[in-house]
């Protein structure tokens, strides 16, 4: 075992757990203590190697442990560093940190199109939260920014590249949840993309569960395209005797009356699903008659829309010039695309 | 005149052959370790030569070698990073072209060290050309029983493959390396595990630069301590520096870490002084170390005279030194404009990012479109703070140090030549011409003047 | 700035692609040289060796005769071949010309060189003459900065250039008229 602070507040933890799970060990130990777990973007605990990419979760160790106390020298992602005896972490009581978490966010939002009015995540977006917890007001920078194609990888999943923050959550899914990758990230740099190459669909039992792993909208549900904005309806736990062995067919049903919009994995306090769904239960049962309702769904409402945060005043405009492809996205008939 | 321990023989005839080069002593530290001295030993000879990575890190190679791990049953590699892809620097090529059994013979005594049986040369994919001098002299080798099974009779088995990328700086850092060799993407891997326990095909595998392990080739032949005599404190032995830039005399030179850097850069038998205007500013290191003006380069802040050895190179710290690096060095004439420089020093990093982790994909392209601005007469005095803030938010945030490399060459340029960028944003119609400076100098303001 | 040259990812308007029978035997020896169960790792080699067999860039048919000669998955190559700059993704002209653009060559005039070049061939760097001799690339340091500006076309460095260096290498490649590669011997 090893004790480890954070931000001041103490817990012990088995070896090898990672500063990011100790941290969410003590938010989930004590709700008021939620403030020292670091955001998260592309680790996802279920999925083997994520995490390190997006550099949001980076903290300061200001003490290595009880034997070597000497500081580490640079910021260190929490999700991949495991704790050490005696180990002193700062989240957000570290300015310097704070303020290079900030640069990561901005970086995170530069090429970012910022649709959220058309995009089908907004609301339950960890990168509106991401932004809004730990970002700027306004972002400094002014150059056009990057776009793709929208594009369909199959019947039911929508591919926007522009809005990837590059996480690789759904690379590790293709490689770990279905018996064959057909997508992957190509090119370099940042034009880098998630991409099929070819013209391929993701055709597999598991595909489906990449919407679930995405952070953003960059992956979407084509059967609940457009259909509602998610604070309109009301989820509810349900579940049904799946055939497939890999799946429990535990879910929560999106529902709009006795309508059942969207079926998606049930997800935990941290945003992380907590057993995958096959794509016979997201997709095809969308009959409330399929399903056994267990109750309401208690969902933690601490996203910016759901807490109408948007609706603060501000001290200056939220770009210093327009997004250039929120107009241009519309112009290419993407609302028609229903 | 300094000794030469690698190019000693380098202009003999004959020396790229195997003939050639055995006529000049070459594999007697591959006799001498595999018959006379134990793997330890050898080990021992090394920490004793101090020597340090000549890739550019500079991290002791004893210390290194020493790290890895030696499960029982598990195969352990030797790599040889010959990736070299660092703007300034081409030593590695020039030593493989000419001298191609002097790597080799470094490997085979290295790799007696270490206990790897298999060792690779990755070779970047530009050098085809050497991969096959490389290719060639290997099968020399092979056939003389110099590689192979038990070479000598001592029961070392030993062979050696190589490598060629495709195109990718980062492929360089030793892990990005490693993915490349394995046949996938050249993405850096988060650390730890570090590759001394966890390497190629998750082995254990030491990483060592080409200069780094021919270099073992005259330590195991004259002992560490006789190679730990040239040099001063922790920069033992020799070192092969790439001139280039504004000098008279580009090429490649052995010198003796310790020669001043005056006498580097203005004696005819190194750089040769500049050619023809006057210097400006150097890059001692590869365009990842901060460039410095002239003067700075000449003398340490407590104005001593600057060598060229690590410590002294550093001396000043980020503010006013820099660092030995890969040993790429390059210098400005004052026709060269910092800005522009800085802008293809950032186009090269944006272009060279694998975009695996933010700061480094999104900041490096945000830089090279700022100084982009700037060096085309499109600036304003705001941006040069906010490349100073972009740079900052790269550096130290990122998987790999490319992130840290695509930082200090801004970070340096804008803390040595403010003024440069100042001019940029209030002589905008002037720095439109693209040789602005060659036409008329730039000056320093009375404000700027380096004390 | 580079303009973003997307792919060619379809095999429409392609050729078929299929390996010589000295580039399979290659591609074998390559593959044999890891250990066990590591044959992956002959892939960028066997890109190579691709490319020099479909005039020297890798369309999706290519990739796809690499997939299937190596047994991976086809986004494993495509993935792969993305990543490096010295693979091709769309067809090129008889001649790549490589210049050399990164600052020590750029101390030493390829600014002008390339300039030059972009002029006599009456293209930018990133396009291909309409004839389909040359294509002309502004790479990123070559390693040669001692003996810049330089060029590379297919295996050979061009060190030491001057304009008429340059003009004189053009002429001569021109009347010359056979592909280069880099596996070129």
Same mark, same amino acid.
């Given at each position: 075992m090893a004790k480890v602070t954070i931000d001041g507040v103490m817990i012990e933890v088995p070896d090898g757990t990672t500063i990011l799970q100790a941290a969410r060990m003590i938010g989930e130990r004590n709700k008021a203590d939620r403030h020292v777990v670091p955001p998260a973007m592309c680790y996802y605990t279920s999925l083997k190697t994520s995490g390190g990419y997006c550099r949001t979760c980076i903290v300061k160790v200001t003490k290595g442990s009880d034997k070597d106390p000497r500081p580490m020298p640079k910021p260190v992602a929490s999700c991949r560093t495991a704790v050490m005896d005696g180990m002193e972490v700062a989240n957000t009581t570290?300015?310097?940190?704070?303020?290079?978490?900030?640069?990561?966010?901005?970086?995170?939002?530069?090429?970012?199109?910022?649709?959220?009015?058309?995009?089908?995540?907004?609301?339950?977006?960890?990168?509106?939260?991401?932004?809004?917890?730990?970002?700027?007001?306004?972002?400094?920078?002014?150059?056009?920014?990057?776009?793709?194609?929208?594009?369909?990888?199959?019947?039911?999943?929508?591919?926007?590249?522009?809005r990837c923050i590059l996480c690789y959550r759904c690379v590790k899914v293709g490689e770990q949840l279905t018996d064959g990758r057909v997508h992957g990230v190509i090119n370099r740099g940042d034009v880098a993309e998630i991409s099929t190459y070819i013209q391929n669909a993701i055709e597999n039992d598991f595909s489906g569960?990449?919407?679930?792993?995405?952070?953003?909208?960059?992956?979407?549900?084509?059967?609940?395209?457009?259909?509602?904005?998610?604070?309109?309806?009301?989820?509810?736990?349900?579940?049904?005797?799946?055939?497939?062995?890999?799946?429990?067919?535990?879910?929560?049903?999106?529902?709009?009356?006795?309508?059942?919009?969207?079926?998606?994995?049930?997800?935990?306090?941290?945003?992380?699903?907590?057993?995958?769904?096959?794509?016979?239960?997201?997709?095809?049962?969308?009959?409330?008659?399929?399903?056994?309702?267990?109750?309401?769904r208690q969902i933690d409402r601490h996203s910016v829309i759901n807490q109408g945060h948007y609706n603060l005043e501000r001290k200056q405009a939220l770009l210093t010039s327009p997004a250039p492809n929120v107009p241009e996205l519309a112009k290419r008939k993407e609302l028609k695309d229903r | 005149m300094g000794r030469k321990l690698l190019f000693e023989h380098i202009d003999k005839p004959g020396i790229r052959g195997l003939e050639g080069y055995r006529a000049n002593g070459g594999y007697r530290s591959v006799e001498k370790a595999l018959k006379t001295l134990s793997p330890e030993a050898v080990l021992e000879e090394v920490k004793k030569s101090g020597l340090r990575g000549r890739g550019g890190a500079g991290f002791p190679t004893g210390m290194k070698w020493s790290f890895l791990a030696k499960p029982e049953g598990v195969p352990r590699y030797l790599v040889v990073n010959a990736d070299e892809s660092e703007p300034g620097t081409f030593k590695d090529r020039y030593l493989m072209e000419r001298i191609p059994h002097i790597l080799i013979e470094g490997m085979i005594t290295s790799s007696f060290a270490l206990g790897a049986k298999v060792s690779y040369i990755y070779i970047r994919g530009e050098y085809f050309y050497v991969a096959r001098i490389m290719e060639q002299?290997?099968?020399?080798?092979?056939?003389?029983?110099?590689?192979?099974?038990?070479?000598?009779?001592?029961?070392?088995?030993?062979?050696?493959?190589?490598?060629?990328?495709?195109?990718?700086?980062?492929?360089?850092?030793?892990?990005?390396?490693?993915?490349?060799?394995?046949?996938?993407?050249?993405?850096?891997?988060?650390?730890?595990?570090?590759?001394?326990?966890?390497?190629?095909?998750?082995?254990?595998?030491?990483?060592?630069?080409?200069e780094t392990i021919a270099a073992v080739v005259p330590i195991v032949n004259d002992g560490g301590e006789e190679y730990a005599k040239i040099g001063i404190g922790k920069s033992t032995g020799t070192k092969l520096i790439s001139a280039g830039g504004n000098i008279k005399r580009p090429g490649v030179y052995e010198i003796d870490l310790g020669v001043t850097c005056d006498e580097f850069i203005n004696s005819d038998e190194y750089c040769g002084g500049v050619d023809g205007r006057a210097f400006k500013a150097v890059v001692p290191g590869g365009s990842s170390v901060p460039i410095v003006p002239y003067e700075l380069f000449l003398k340490t802040p407590a104005g001593e005279?600057?060598?060229?050895?690590?410590?002294?190179?550093?001396?000043?710290?980020?503010?006013?030194?820099?660092?030995? #690096?890969?040993?790429?060095?390059?210098?400005?004439?004052? !026709?060269?404009?910092? *800005?522009? %420089?800085?802008?293809? @020093?950032? =186009?090269?990093?944006?272009?060279?990012?694998?975009?695996?982790?933010?700061?480094?994909?999104?900041?490096?392209?945000?830089?090279?479109?700022?100084?982009?601005?700037?060096?085309?007469?499109?600036?304003?005095?705001?941006?040069?703070?906010?490349?100073?803030?972009?740079?900052?938010?790269?550096? #130290?945030?990122?998987?790999?140090?490319?992130?840290?490399? !695509?930082?200090?060459? *801004?970070? %340096?340029?804008?803390? @040595?030549? =403010?003024?440069?960028?100042?001019?940029?944003?209030?002589?905008?119609?002037?720095?439109?011409?693209?040789?602005?400076?060659?036409?008329?100098?730039?000056?320093?303001?009375?404000?700027?003047?380096?004390? | 700035m580079s303009a973003r040259t997307r792919p060619i990812t379809t095999t429409e308007g392609t050729k078929p692609f299929s390996f010589s029978e000295a580039g399979l035997a290659e591609c074998k020896a390559l593959m044999a040289r890891y250990p066990e169960g590591r044959s992956k790792s002959?892939?960028?080699?066997?890109?190579?060796?691709?490319?020099?067999?479909?005039?020297?860039?890798?369309?999706?048919?290519?990739?796809?005769?690499?997939?299937?000669?190596?047994?991976?998955?086809?986004?494993?190559?495509?993935?792969?071949?993305?990543?490096?700059?010295?693979?091709?993704l769309h067809p090129v002209g008889t001649y790549v010309l490589d210049v050399c653009r990164t600052t020590p060559c750029m101390l030493r005039g390829s600014d002008d060189l390339i300039t030059h070049l972009e002029k006599k061939l009456g293209i930018h760097a990133g396009e291909t003459t309409k004839d389909g001799m040359f294509t002309l690339k502004g790479v990123e340091c070559l390693g040669s900065c001692g003996t810049a500006p330089m060029l590379q076309c297919g295996a050979q460095f061009h060190e030491d250039l001057t304009i008429e260096k340059a003009d004189a290498l053009i002429d001569q490649l021109r009347a010359r008229n056979s592909r280069t590669n880099y596996t070129d011997r």
């Open positions: 570290d300015p310097g940190l704070v303020d290079a978490r900030n640069g990561v966010v901005e970086m995170l939002l530069i090429n970012h199109p910022l649709d959220c009015p058309i995009c089908d995540q907004a609301g339950e977006c960890h990168l509106q939260d991401l932004s809004y917890e730990n970002g700027k007001e306004a972002s400094r920078y002014e150059f056009e920014r990057r776009t793709f194609d929208p594009i369909d990888i199959g019947d039911t999943i929508k591919l926007h590249m522009t569960n990449m919407i679930d792993v995405c952070p953003v909208g960059a992956l979407t549900d084509r059967t609940f395209r457009f259909a509602s904005r998610v604070w309109f309806t009301k989820p509810v736990n349900a579940h049904r005797n799946c055939g497939n062995p890999r799946c429990n067919g535990h879910v929560v049903l999106w529902l709009k009356g006795n309508e059942v919009l969207r079926v998606t994995g049930r997800k935990d306090m941290w945003g992380e699903v907590e057993s995958f769904i096959c794509n016979t239960c997201r997709f095809d049962k969308k009959d409330l008659a399929a399903w056994t309702v267990e109750g309401p | 002299a290997i099968a020399e080798a092979r056939a003389a029983g110099w590689l192979g099974k038990n070479i000598l009779g001592s029961g070392f088995d030993h062979d050696i493959h190589v490598q060629v990328g495709a195109g990718a700086y980062i492929c360089g850092e030793e892990t990005a390396l490693l993915e490349s060799l394995e046949g996938k993407r050249g993405n850096p891997r988060i650390k730890p595990p570090f590759p001394a326990v966890k390497g190629l095909y998750d082995c254990p595998t030491v990483v060592n630069n080409v005279n600057r060598l060229m050895t690590y410590e002294s190179l550093s001396e000043g710290g980020f503010a006013q030194g820099t660092m030995m #690096g890969s040993g790429g060095f390059y210098a400005y004439n004052d !026709a060269q404009c910092i *800005v522009r %420089s800085t802008w293809n @020093h950032t =186009r090269f990093y944006h272009h060279e990012s694998c975009g695996q982790c933010s700061p480094c994909r999104e900041g490096t392209g945000w830089m090279e479109k700022v100084l982009h601005r700037l060096e085309h007469g499109e600036g304003r005095t705001e941006d040069i703070d906010l490349l100073w803030d972009i740079q900052r938010k790269i550096e #130290g945030n990122t998987i790999c140090p490319l992130g840290d490399a !695509a930082a200090w060459p *801004v970070a %340096s340029a804008i803390r @040595h030549f =403010r003024d440069e960028f100042e001019y940029h944003v209030t002589h905008r119609e002037k720095v439109k011409d693209p040789k602005h400076f060659a036409r008329e100098p730039f000056r320093k303001s009375a404000k700027f003047a380096t004390a | 002959a892939l960028i080699p066997i890109l190579h060796v691709a490319q020099a067999e479909n005039d020297g860039w890798l369309s999706v048919n290519a990739m796809d005769a690499v997939a299937q000669v190596m047994g991976l998955r086809h986004i494993e190559v495509y993935e792969v071949a993305s990543f490096y700059s010295m693979f091709n």
